[in-house]
C-alpha cells in the first residue's frame, strides 16, 4: 500500500508499496524516525529508519526493533502507579547473535540503542550493545507489544567471550550506570517466584540471583549455580509460606465474623417471622435447610429443592410442602378479600351518615339531597329580599308623592 506523509512544512510526501502482508507496520513512528517495513520483489520483508520527510536515514546496519521498558515492581511486588505502565519505548538495530549457537537464542542479537534521531547513540567506552536480561510477554501499556523487559544488560567484549553490567529502568540509564556497574559472565534464569535473573560475577565468580524484576539480592551467593538457586527458592518459598499462614490467618479472622454476623442476622430474621429473606446453602446444617424449606417453600430460590433432596428429603416431601404453601396462600387471599369487602361496606355506611365526607361510593343520593336543599335555600332567601326591596321601594315612592302635594 501508499503511504502518504504530512511534513511540518505542510507539504506531502508519497511513500509507495509499504507494509503487506507479513511485513507488519508500513510506517511506525518512534521518537523523531519513522520504522518502515515492506517486501522487496521477490517477497522478502525489508525495513529501514525513515525521517519525519519520509528518507533513509543511513546507515542502517541490521534489522530494526522496538523494545519497551516497564515499571520495576516496588519491594512488595506490587506495581507502582496502579498498574503495569511503561517507561519508554527505545528503537535498537539488531546486530549479531550473542549465542554460540543462534539456532539456540538466550542472550539472542546484540542490540544497538538508536537515539531518536534515528542515529546510533553513544556507548559507553568499550561498549558494544545491550541485551534484555528477561523479556517479558505482558505489557498493558501495549497490549500487542511482546518485546518487552525491564532489567537491561550492557555487553563489553572480553577476552572469553563478553561481560555485561545490569541496570533495572530504562536503557538510557543503563548506558550511564554501566560505566561504575559490577561486571558479570554468565546470566541464568528461573520462572519462579515472578521470574528471577542469576548472574555470575566477574569479580568474586560467585554467582548471585535477584528478585524478579529488580535489583534485591535473595538467597546466598554462592561459585555453584544450583546451589545458588536453590538458596534463592528457599528464602522465598519460607517468604511465600508465611505470607500464606498470614493470608489464611486474615482470611479465617474475616470468615468467623462473617459467620458470625451471619449467625446473628438468621436469629433476628427467625424471631421477626422473616426467616425467608435469607438463603441456606450446603454448609448449613440440615435441621435448618429442612426447616427452612418447610416455611419458605422448595422454590423460594433457584436450586433450593435440590439442595433439599441432598439433605434427605423425598420428592413427596416437597409436594406436601407446596400443598401446604399453596393453601396458607389462598386462606391468606381469602382473608384479604374479606377484610377488603367489610372495609368497603363500612366506608359507604359511613358516606351516607356524615354529610361532610369526601364521595365515596354509595354517597350520591346525599350528595344530590344536600345540593338540592342548598339550592331552595339559596332561591327562598333571594326571592325574600327581591319582595322586601319591591315594597321599601314603594314606600319611599308614595312618602315622596304625598310631600310634592
Not at 567506552?125 to 518487552?148: H, L
Request: net charge negative.
Amino acid at each position: 500500500m501508499d503511504v502518504t506523509l504530512f511534513t511540518a512544512d505542510g507539504k506531502t510526501r508519497r511513500l509507495e508499496n509499504m507494509g503487506g502482508e507479513g511485513a507488519g507496520d508500513a510506517a511506525l513512528r518512534v521518537g523523531d524516525v519513522f520504522l518502515a517495513s515492506w517486501k522487496d520483489e521477490g517477497g522478502a520483508v525489508r525495513s529501514g529508519i525513515l525521517d519525519l520527510e519520509g528518507r533513509p536515514i543511513a546507515p542502517v546496519l541490521g534489522k530494526p526493533a522496538i523494545w519497551s521498558t516497564l515499571v520495576s515492581p516496588g519491594p512488595d511486588g506490587s506495581i507502582p502507579h496502579g498498574c503495569e505502565e511503561e517507561l519508554s519505548q527505545d528503537l535498537f538495530i539488531e546486530g549479531p547473535s550473542l549465542d554460540l549457537d543462534p539456532a539456540k537464542p538466550f542472550f539472542g542479537p546484540l542490540l544497538i540503542p538508536v537515539r531518536r534521531d534515528g542515529q546510533p547513540a553513544v556507548l559507553p567506552e568499550g561498549a558494544i550493545g545491550m541485551f534484555p536480561a528477561y523479556v517479558r510477554d505482558r505489557n498493558t501499556a501495549r497490549k500487542d507489544r511482546k518485546q518487552n523487559a525491564v532489567t537491561w544488560g550492557v555487553v563489553f567484549p572480553a577476552a572469553n567471550g563478553f561481560q555485561f553490567t545490569l541496570h533495572v529502568g530504562p536503557p538510557s540509564e543503563a548506558l550511564i550506570a554501566a560505566e561504575t556497574a559490577p561486571r558479570y559472565s554468565d546470566i541464568g534464569r528461573s520462572i519462579d517466584h515472578g521470574g528471577m535473573v542469576g548472574a555470575k560475577s566477574v569479580a568474586d565468580g560467585l554467582w548471585r540471583w535477584f528478585r524478579a524484576d529488580t535489583d534485591i539480592p535473595v538467597g546466598a551467593a554462592n561459585a555453584d549455580f544450583q546451589l545458588s538457586l536453590n538458596s534463592a527458592w528457599e528464602v522465598q518459598n519460607a517468604e511465600a509460606a508465611a505470607n500464606y499462614q498470614i493470608f489464611a490467618a486474615e482470611w479465617a479472622k474475616k470468615e468467623a465474623g462473617r459467620v458470625e454476623s451471619q449467625k446473628r442476622f438468621k436469629a433476628e430474621a427467625r424471631a421477626a417471622g422473616r426467616i425467608c429473606d435469607y438463603r441456606v446453602d450446603s454448609t448449613s446444617p440440615r435441621e435448618e435447610v429442612v426447616e427452612y424449606v418447610t416455611l419458605c417453600g422448595p422454590g423460594n430460590f433457584p436450586g433450593l429443592a435440590d439442595l433439599a433432596r441432598a439433605n434427605g428429603m423425598t420428592d413427596a416431601d416437597l409436594e406436601a410442602i407446596r400443598l401446604a404453601a399453596w393453601q396458607r396462600q389462598v386462606a391468606q387471599a381469602q382473608m384479604l378479600a374479606e377484610a377488603e369487602e367489610a372495609a368497603r361496606i363500612q366506608r359507604m355506611n359511613n358516606a351516607n351518615k356524615n354529610a361532610g365526607a369526601g364521595y365515596l361510593p354509595g354517597q350520591w343520593e346525599t350528595a344530590i339531597r344536600l345540593g338540592g336543599n342548598a339550592a331552595v335555600d339559596a332561591i327562598n332567601q333571594s326571592s325574600d329580599n327581591w319582595l322586601q326591596e319591591r315594597r321599601d321601594q314603594y314606600v319611599a315612592d308614595w312618602q315622596r308623592s304625598q310631600r310634592a302635594y
